[in-house]
């Protein structure tokens, strides 16, 4: 996809995530100081590869907690209906949930995925900017955001955002794959 068939403003959006997600990582991701999901982010940073995965598997569980029974089955419904490849039914029950559950970082990230698939990239981007402001260490959408951006072919700011999800979770091995995929490319645009 070229960059040039969309609106910049998402595009924008999006950069606008990495400047803050580049800031220092504090209180700032949506948590409460010392609430459960501060201190598993806290963890998996300095977590070796073998306690990842088990920090990793809490931090998705408290994703999915979205404080009410009825908003946790529409983003059941979204989820289920993006796995099954039925994306204008997942973004239908994600809408639902973000209206009801504005709050809720992983509604929009889960959403975003469904737009992307559904080859809508600016509302995908708009979506995950919406998802890392509500939680800036949620290193799955900022993964989302770098795939977007490098798919706009935009591999400074990929590159840039896949760091940053490094940084957050140094054991996500997509991540990883894609910056050392990226580097010289970046660092040829450089020269």
């Not at 946790?72 to 994306?87: C, F, I, Q, S």
């Not at 504005?102 to 975003?112: M, Q, W």
């Not at 809508?120 to 951006?149: K, S, T, Y």
């Amino acid at each position: 996809m070229s960059a040039n068939r969309f609106n910049l403003k998402p595009i924008v959006a999006a950069l606008f995530a990495i400047v803050m997600y580049s800031l220092p990582l504090s209180a700032q991701d949506g948590t409460e100081p010392g609430s459960r999901l501060d201190n598993l982010y806290d963890d998996l940073a300095t977590a070796s590869p073998a306690d990842a995965s088990g920090i990793v598997r809490e931090i998705k569980l408290e994703w999915r907690k979205t404080g009410s029974p009825a908003m946790d089955l529409l983003l059941k419904r979204g989820r289920d209906a993006l796995e099954r490849g039925e994306y204008s039914v997942a973004i239908e029950h994600l809408t639902a949930l973000t209206d009801h559950a504005p709050d809720v970082a992983e509604g929009y990230h889960i959403r975003a995925r469904a737009y992307f698939r559904a080859e809508q990239v600016g509302p995908a981007l708009a979506d995950l900017e919406q998802a890392l402001i509500l939680d800036p260490r949620h290193f799955e959408a900022a993964h989302g955001l770098a795939v977007v951006l490098e798919d706009l072919d935009l591999p400074e700011q990929a590159y840039a955002a896949y760091r940053l999800v490094l940084s957050i979770h140094p054991h996500y091995d997509p991540a990883a794959e894609a910056a050392t995929r990226l580097k010289t490319r970046v660092e040829g645009l450089k020269l």
